[in-house]
């Protein structure tokens, strides 16, 4: 969970606590600068061009300590109004925890779907925390159905909880094509002599709720995944 600047500055110690001032400051400084001499919130830049901020976005962790290097990053990405171009940078070049950070401040820049390629392609990849991080509120709000399902299957696939997917809930719910590729997934599951996720009975659980006009929730009637396979004498 990202911590605020206000736990922040309750945490850091004092070298830590400047850095981080001056670092914001730097960020603040940039996006001011960009908006004044286009009089736009975030022009995009040159791909090639990184501003000073961008240099402390990787040394956060050094700076600040790893257990708050993703809230650092992600206030620096906030107070900087990153743009596309810097988005796409700091995610293609930086490390794993770079990277993660990227994914978990998307839904807190105004980017519209243009950085989709970035949660797409960390859903390609098998880091789990990644992952975990891919589906958050930005890949809610932007996913498409065909690819948000495949996304909610990714997570079954490398055990990342489901817990994870924002808005589970409501784009879960009665999606009768997400609960016949679980059901798929359960098969493949059970023929391999593998147990179900019960993360994956819960997701089906919510693909047989409605939506009634009322606003509250009816249980269709749900498809059960399969149940593991017997044990023989063999086993």
Not at 47 to 56: H, I, N, V
Not at 59 to 79: F, I, P, T
Not at 100 to 123: F, I, K, N, Q, S
């Amino acid at each position: 969970m990202l911590k605020s600047r206000k736990e922040l500055d309750a945490e850091l110690g004092g070298a830590a606590l400047a850095w981080l001032d001056e670092a914001l400051a730097e960020a603040a400084h940039d996006a001011a600068r960009t908006t004044a001499a286009s009089g736009t919130p975030h022009p995009e830049a040159s791909p090639y061009a990184s501003p000073p901020w961008e240099l402390r976005y990787a040394a956060a962790g050094r700076h600040c300590g790893q257990e708050n290097a993703d809230s650092v990053r992600s206030l620096l990405l906030v107070e900087a109004r990153a743009p596309l171009s810097s988005v796409t940078r700091l995610y293609e070049q930086g490390a794993a925890a770079e990277r993660r950070a990227v994914l978990l401040t998307l839904h807190r820049l105004d980017l519209g779907d243009t950085a989709l390629p970035l949660v797409e392609d960390a859903l390609r990849a098998n880091d789990t925390r990644l992952v975990a991080a891919a589906v958050g509120p930005y890949a809610a709000d932007h996913l498409d159905p065909h690819a948000w399902r495949h996304a909610v299957l990714k997570c079954l696939f490398t055990e990342v909880p489901v817990a994870a997917v924002a808005r589970l809930d409501d784009r879960a719910r009665g999606d009768a094509e997400l609960a016949r590729m679980l059901g798929d997934f359960a098969d493949e599951r059970t023929a391999a002599g593998r147990a179900v996720p019960e993360d994956l009975r819960t997701v089906l659980a919510l693909t047989a709720l409605t939506a009634p006009a009322d606003g509250g929730a009816h249980r269709a009637t749900p498809t059960a995944a399969p149940a593991a396979p017997a044990p023989t004498e063999e086993s």
